[in-house]
């Protein structure tokens, strides 16, 4: 697979997103086969695994996730990039001093759970309005000049937040929210990490599934850890009017030989080069489907064409960005 760089640090152009394995999709698999499917992306040439501390925390314990992920890349960990996030919670520190131990307290977990000595990209997963994410910088290039972590990152934030972080220490990557329903990153966010080498992660590329095509208006979502009730994408009345997208891939995918999932992930690989999304699934098959988007070539002007269709298509639905409220993550979207 291609390479790409956020900041200094090379990764796969698509990578995997580690979450649906222990949370947000409903049951998660057996560990046996999660394990396995790591290794299988692993195989196929990802090189870039996303996870969280948080992942799975609800019904399975804190760090679940990291510790599936630690478990699955111990025969090639020298040979991958690692990313996880934190968020504060719980009693919120205020000085200086609580921050970064609050800070260093939640990467050593993290650290034991995915059982290595440094992560390569770490995240403040959501920003804290009571916590300056100038102070949260500040710590975090502390941890680089001790090669405890090699980047950093923050996840949903918007131009303005960016700007006061990476002023304080760079910024390697932004993991936000982005698709082809969900575009507000191309008004300030693209355009500024681009000028200043920072890499956009987006999650979420596939739409929670719907630009694959697989999932339609006939599918419940009625699992207490399943975060697809919660996207407006997904409800009945919005799965139906945004149709034309998945006609318009059908289209594409038909022409290239691909799949829906792989053309909308192959539209932004296109447009960007600082854009490495990390599309995440509980299905093995379905893993490697998205990684086979970089082999889907988009041309010149099929990009042009598909990009003049995409723009006069309307977008029924819109998540957006996610403010931190104090609130559950996994809770965030029911006051939407």
């Known amino acids: 697979m291609k390479k790409r760089f956020l900041g200094n640090i090379e990764v796969s152009e698509i990578g995997m997103g580690c979450m649906g394995l222990s949370h947000g999709y409903g049951e998660i698999p057996e560990k046996d086969y999660s394990i396995a499917a790591i290794r299988k992306a692993y195989e196929y040439g990802c090189t870039f695994f996303d996870t969280a501390e948080g992942y799975g925390?609800?019904?399975?314990?804190?760090?679940?996730?990291e510790k599936l992920l630690g478990e699955a890349a111990v025969p090639f960990r020298d040979k991958i990039v690692l990313a996880t996030k934190f968020h504060f919670t719980g009693e919120i520190p205020e000085t200086d001093v609580e921050i970064e131990d609050y800070i260093r307290r939640h990467l050593a977990e993290s650290m034991k759970n995915l059982r290595t000595s440094m992560i390569d990209l770490y995240y403040l997963h959501r920003v804290h309005p009571k916590v300056s994410v100038e102070k949260t910088a500040a710590v975090?290039?502390?941890?680089?000049?001790?090669?405890?972590?090699?980047g950093w990152g923050l996840s949903q934030v918007d131009v303005d937040t960016l700007k006061r972080a990476h002023a304080v220490?760079?910024?390697?990557?932004?993991?936000?929210?982005?698709?082809?329903?969900?575009r507000d990153c191309e008004a300030e966010i693209f355009p500024f990490c681009m000028e200043n080498n920072i890499g956009v992660v987006p999650f979420s590329p596939v739409a929670s599934g719907f630009l694959s095509g697989k999932v339609?208006?006939?599918?419940?979502?009625?699992?207490?850890d399943d975060v697809r009730k919660f996207v407006p994408q997904l409800s009945k009345e919005n799965m139906e009017a945004n149709q034309p997208i998945l006609n318009l891939l059908a289209e594409f995918a038909e022409k290239k030989n691909a799949?829906?999932?792989?053309?909308?992930?192959?539209?932004?690989?296109?447009?960007?080069?600082?854009?490495?999304?990390?599309?995440?699934?509980?299905n093995q098959e379905r893993i490697l489907e998205n990684l086979g988007a970089s082999e889907i070539n988009l041309s010149d002007d099929e990009f042009r064409t598909l990009q003049e269709e995409l723009d006069k298509i309307p977008i029924h639905g819109h998540r957006g960005n996610v403010e931190y409220d104090g609130s559950k993550m996994s809770d965030w979207g029911k006051k939407k």
């Open 216 to 224: 339609t208006a006939q599918m419940s979502f009625e699992h207490i």
């Open 140 to 150: 975090m290039s502390k941890l680089i000049d001790e090669g405890l972590i090699r």
């Open 259 to 282: 799949t829906k999932a792989q053309i909308s992930m192959a539209w932004m690989l296109k447009k960007y080069p600082n854009v490495v999304p990390i599309p995440g699934s509980k």
């Open 57 to 65: 925390a609800m019904l399975y314990g804190e760090g679940h996730n």
């Open 169 to 182: 220490t760079p910024v390697s990557a932004v993991q936000n929210l982005y698709n082809m329903l969900e």
